[in-house]
């Protein structure tokens, strides 16, 4: 039996997947049981922050140059890509650097927080977020599948030896682990970003494309980004807010890190197909069926074997995790099915489409990451997510099979219209 080019990247993308799934799921253990939930919930919440502002720093320019990398050319041309994006990847870190004081400033001195100093530990590390968020999606446009295992796989293993060699001898504290965590993943990943050899000949000129595929494409994909993805990580810091201590956060944070990788896996196939979906009028009924059946299995796994792994691998401080996690799998798995989609919209160029889905999403997790956090604490998080998951898989299903039908249309009055020989 002989598998595609395709099949052996969306194996490898799945079995890397589920093995960053274990060791995640070790490097939380590690660190739950290394820290009290209010120290937990401080790492968090900073890191939270790290990540809001990763998504709002992008400006839409790491999607477009996905996209422009799926359909260069050459190898050259895809090197000259990367290195436009590395240069934009470089100013937004320094940006990121200047938020973290920020937001040492305002922590301290306007909301009176006691863990306000740990932004400024944060500050040679704050590019961490950004540094994955480039591999994501510049190694998915130039299908270089293997760098997404190595970019999700190899920072949390190389953590995971390291921490647990110093916690052990040393102690763990809040600092530190922001500092390990994030400065372990910004090494590893910069030396990946550098193994896929940018090229920064024609920067100018490569700018300049950059620039107009951005203002058709990027900068929608971007509001809906920032509507959506973005808004996300308001739960994380609502919960510290609005209570006295970030105990909250450190269970919520956990439930999501625990559950997330049920979106990562329907997800994979759109990631491994993105750059042949650029080609494709539709998605193949055998992949939509695959990818709905990994997907419903792994919630069906999920929900059985979750409590026993929360209450056999967490301290008993953890344990509301188990049913956090449990009810938080149903719009995970939403989210991921409805990425599959939308990587059939993005491959295709349809900004519009998923800007309009993300802002329709987004609100709703706006409204109840402030609102329904006041009111109902951890709970009113957990049922938004839920609630946004589902919204975003419902709006880019039906985006994908509007888009489906006109393509057809437009196919069919070509043929009409063409004149017989």
Same mark, same amino acid.
């Given at each position: 039996?002989?598998?595609?080019?395709?099949s052996?990247?969306?194996?490898?993308?799945?079995?890397?997947?589920?093995?960053?799934?274990?060791?995640?799921? %070790?490097?939380?253990?590690?660190?739950?049981?290394?820290?009290?939930?209010?120290?937990?919930?401080?790492?968090?919440?900073?890191?939270?922050?790290?990540?809001?502002l990763?998504?709002?720093?992008?400006?839409?320019?790491?999607?477009?140059?996905?996209?422009?990398?799926?359909?260069?050319?050459?190898?050259?041309?895809?090197?000259?890509?990367?290195?436009?994006?590395?240069?934009?990847?470089?100013?937004?870190?320094?940006?990121?650097?200047?938020c973290?004081i920020?937001?040492?400033?305002?922590?301290?001195?306007?909301?009176?927080?006691?863990?306000?100093w740990?932004?400024?530990?944060?500050?040679?590390?704050?590019?961490?977020?950004?540094?994955?968020?480039?591999?994501?999606?510049?190694?998915?446009?130039?299908?270089?599948?293997?760098s997404?295992?190595?970019?999700?796989?190899?920072?949390?293993?190389?953590?995971?030896?390291?921490?647990?060699?110093?916690?052990?001898?040393?102690?763990?504290?809040?600092?530190?682990?922001?500092?390990?965590?994030?400065?372990?993943?910004?090494?590893?990943?910069?030396?990946?970003?550098?193994?896929?050899?940018?090229?920064?000949?024609?920067?100018?000129?490569?700018?300049?494309? %950059?620039?107009?595929?951005?203002?058709?494409?990027?900068?929608?994909?971007?509001?809906?980004?920032?509507?959506?993805?973005?808004?996300?990580?308001?739960?994380?810091?609502?919960?510290?807010?609005?209570?006295?201590?970030?105990?909250?956060?450190?269970?919520?944070?956990?439930?999501?890190?625990?559950?997330?990788?049920?979106?990562?896996?329907?997800?994979?196939?759109?990631?491994?197909?993105?750059?042949?979906?650029?080609?494709?009028?539709?998605?193949?009924?055998?992949?939509?069926?695959?990818?709905?059946?990994?997907?419903?299995l792994?919630?069906?796994?999920?929900?059985?074997?979750?409590?026993?792994?929360?209450?056999?691998?967490?301290?008993?401080?953890?344990?509301?995790?188990?049913?956090?996690?449990?009810?938080?799998?149903?719009?995970?798995?939403?989210?991921?099915?409805?990425?599959?989609?939308?990587?059939?919209l993005?491959?295709?160029g349809?900004g519009?489409?998923?800007?309009?889905?993300?802002?329709?999403?987004?609100?709703?997790?706006?409204?109840?990451?402030?609102?329904?956090?006041?009111?109902?604490?951890?709970?009113?998080?957990?049922?938004?997510?839920?609630?946004?998951?589902?919204?975003?898989?419902a709006s880019?299903?039906?985006?994908?099979?509007?888009?489906?039908?006109?393509?057809?249309?437009?196919?069919?009055?070509?043929?009409?219209?063409?004149?017989?020989e």
């Amino acid at each position: 039996m002989t598998f595609s080019k395709n099949s052996k990247q969306a194996f490898v993308l799945y079995v890397s997947t589920l093995a960053g799934v274990l060791i995640g799921m %070790l490097v939380s253990i590690l660190n739950t049981r290394n820290l009290a939930p209010n120290e937990y919930g401080d790492v968090r919440y900073v890191n939270n922050i790290i990540q809001m502002l990763s998504g709002i720093f992008l400006f839409g320019y790491f999607v477009s140059g996905s996209r422009l990398l799926a359909i260069a050319k050459s190898k050259e041309e895809a090197s000259q890509i990367k290195g436009a994006l590395v240069t934009i990847l470089g100013l937004t870190v320094a940006l990121m650097m200047i938020c973290m004081i920020a937001c040492g400033l305002i922590h301290h001195y306007i909301l009176h927080r006691d863990f306000a100093w740990l932004f400024y530990i944060a500050i040679p590390v704050c590019g961490s977020f950004l540094l994955l968020n480039y591999m994501n999606t510049s190694a998915q446009g130039d299908n270089s599948i293997y760098s997404i295992a190595a970019a999700r796989l190899l920072p949390s293993a190389i953590y995971l030896g390291v921490a647990y060699f110093i916690y052990k001898h040393f102690g763990a504290s809040n600092w530190l682990m922001l500092l390990l965590q994030n400065g372990i993943a910004v090494l590893v990943l910069s030396a990946i970003i550098w193994y896929n050899k940018p090229s920064f000949k024609n920067l100018r000129q490569t700018f300049k494309s %950059l620039q107009e595929e951005n203002k058709s494409y990027g900068l929608q994909v971007y509001y809906g980004s920032i509507a959506n993805v973005s808004v996300q990580y308001i739960a994380g810091i609502t919960l510290g807010m609005f209570a006295a201590n970030n105990t909250n956060v450190g269970f919520y944070s956990l439930a999501i890190t625990v559950t997330g990788p049920l979106a990562m896996l329907p997800s994979i196939i759109g990631t491994t197909y993105f750059k042949r979906f650029a080609h494709e009028n539709c998605i193949s009924r055998k992949i939509l069926l695959s990818t709905f059946s990994m997907a419903l299995l792994s919630l069906i796994g999920f929900v059985i074997i979750i409590y026993p792994v929360v209450g056999f691998l967490y301290d008993d401080r953890y344990s509301k995790v188990a049913l956090f996690a449990c009810i938080l799998s149903i719009g995970f798995t939403f989210h991921g099915l409805g990425d599959v989609f939308n990587r059939f919209l993005g491959a295709h160029g349809q900004g519009k489409s998923l800007r309009n889905g993300a802002f329709i999403s987004g609100g709703i997790a706006l409204i109840g990451y402030t609102i329904g956090v006041y009111y109902w604490g951890i709970w009113g998080a957990i049922f938004t997510k839920i609630s946004a998951s589902v919204v975003y898989f419902a709006s880019m299903a039906i985006f994908y099979l509007y888009f489906v039908k006109d393509t057809k249309a437009i196919v069919e009055n070509v043929i009409i219209t063409t004149p017989k020989e």
